[in-house]
T-cell receptor, first 112, second 111 residues
Framework: KAGVTQTPRYLIKTRGQQVTLSCSPI?????VSWYQQTPGQGLQFLFE???????NKGNFPGRFSGRQFSNSRSEMNVSTLELGDSALYLC???????????FGSGTQLSVL | GDSVTQMEGPVTLSEEAFLTINCTYT??????LFWYVQYPGEGLQLLLK?????DKGSNKGFEATYRKETTSFHLEKGSVQVSDSAVYFC??????????FGAGTRLFVKA
């Protein structure tokens, strides 16, 4: 079974631009979560989707958005990039609620 | 809201030393508790879990017991190896369809 796949692996953008990150969960997993990982803050929860519905959202500004498609693939978008958005963005999928998460390798975003 | 607090690192130990990484949590209801590990250059992966009070999760010589009375889930290993050098994250999954992570504890093990 293929794992969680995130693309692209690396991204370099400049301030003010927007970016879209993609995540393909493990086959059969309908829950997809997104996290921002930074050295000082650990893993911060962005949002969670299940069957195309956002069920929860973390404390991030409205510049951060996401969606999930009918095949459970998910995208997150960050508009008007700021320097502080530089981070590793992790996607995780799970089969059931409150079960373990399977993580992708992440997308390393650098904002210059 | 729910939260997880774990001891700050880095933690530096010699090989074969005893390891404890403290983790406490705040949550409503009865969350599931997890330890995840991130080895250098690798993705985050589950190390162990416990789903109810007094459960003990174990894997690769690591153990953690779900203590509801002290709201704790401390990670222990009797004899660490160089290959255990990694970042360890305590996490909980309760109400609200999200898993909350602690800040992570970096472990260095010296030969």
């Amino acid at each position: 079974k293929a794992g969680v796949t995130q693309t692209p692996r690396y991204l370099i953008k400049t301030r003010g631009q927007q970016v879209t990150l993609s995540c393909s969960p493990i086959s059969g997993h309908r829950s997809v979560s997104w996290y921002q990982q930074t050295p000082g803050q650990g893993l911060q929860f962005l949002f969670e989707y299940f069957s195309e519905t956002q069920r929860n959202k973390g404390n991030f500004p409205g510049r951060f958005s996401g969606r999930q498609f009918s095949n459970s693939r998910s995208e997150m978008n960050v508009s008007t990039l700021e320097l502080g958005d530089s981070a590793l963005y992790l996607c995780a999928s799970s089969f059931r609620d409150n079960e373990k998460l399977f993580f992708g390798s992440g997308t390393q975003l650098s904002v210059l | 809201g729910d939260s997880v607090t774990q001891m700050e690192g880095p933690v530096t130990l010699s090989e074969e030393a005893f390891l404890t990484i403290n983790c406490t949590y705040t949550a409503t209801g009865y969350p599931s508790l997890f330890w995840y590990v991130q080895y250098p250059g690798e993705g985050l992966q589950l190390l162990l879990k416990a789903t109810k009070a007094d459960d003990k999760g174990s894997n690769k010589g690591f153990e953690a017991t779900y203590r509801k009375e002290t709201t704790s889930f401390h990670l222990e290993k009797g004899s660490v190896q160089v290959s255990d050098s990694a970042v360890y994250f305590c996490a909980l999954s309760g109400e609200g369809f999200k898993t909350i992570f602690g800040a992570g504890t970096r472990l260095f093990v010296k030969a």
